[in-house]
């Protein structure tokens, strides 16, 4: 059991847990103000707290490729919905502390998958 044990495995995978449950504390504040943020909110939450079991496991690097890629979309759907008259919502949205945490957690989440993918050998290939 010891030699399926990868630090920075449980790492990415604990990133990618605490970003869902903060994207899923989220939902029940937002949903009745904004339909579509919540519903955002609540399909990439379950998929970031989804995302622990094939990350911890290193099942293939598939499944850290497009890890990496629904995290990376989250990101900058983040920053561009910061400006205002951006495409998306049309107003600069505000900066909490959540939304900062969640953004931590995310950017760990990538760094440490890159990392992953370019170090650990028992990652599938």
């Known amino acids: 059991m010891r030699e399926n044990f990868s630090p920075l495995r449980y790492g990415a995978a ?5 970003a869902g449950i903060l994207h899923l504390s989220l939902v029940a504040n ?3 103000r904004n339909f579509n943020t919540g519903i955002l909110f609540l399909i990439g939450g379950l998929a970031q707290v989804f995302w622990v079991l094939p990350t911890a496991m290193g099942w293939s690097r598939a499944w850290y490729y497009v890890g990496i890629g629904g995290t990376l979309t989250f990101i900058i759907i983040w920053v561009v919905t910061r400006f205002p ?3 998306i919502n049309g107003r600069g949205g505000s900066i909490g502390e959540t939304a900062i945490a969640v953004e931590v957690f995310q950017v760990a989440f990538v760094v440490l998958c890159i990392i992953i993918l370019s170090r650990d050998p ?3 290939k």
């Not at 604990?14 to 605490?18: A, E, K, V």
């Open 14 to 18: 604990g990133s990618t847990l605490i």
């Open 30 to 32: 937002i949903i009745d």
């Open 85 to 87: 008259g951006n495409p």
């Open 122 to 124: 028992k990652v599938r």
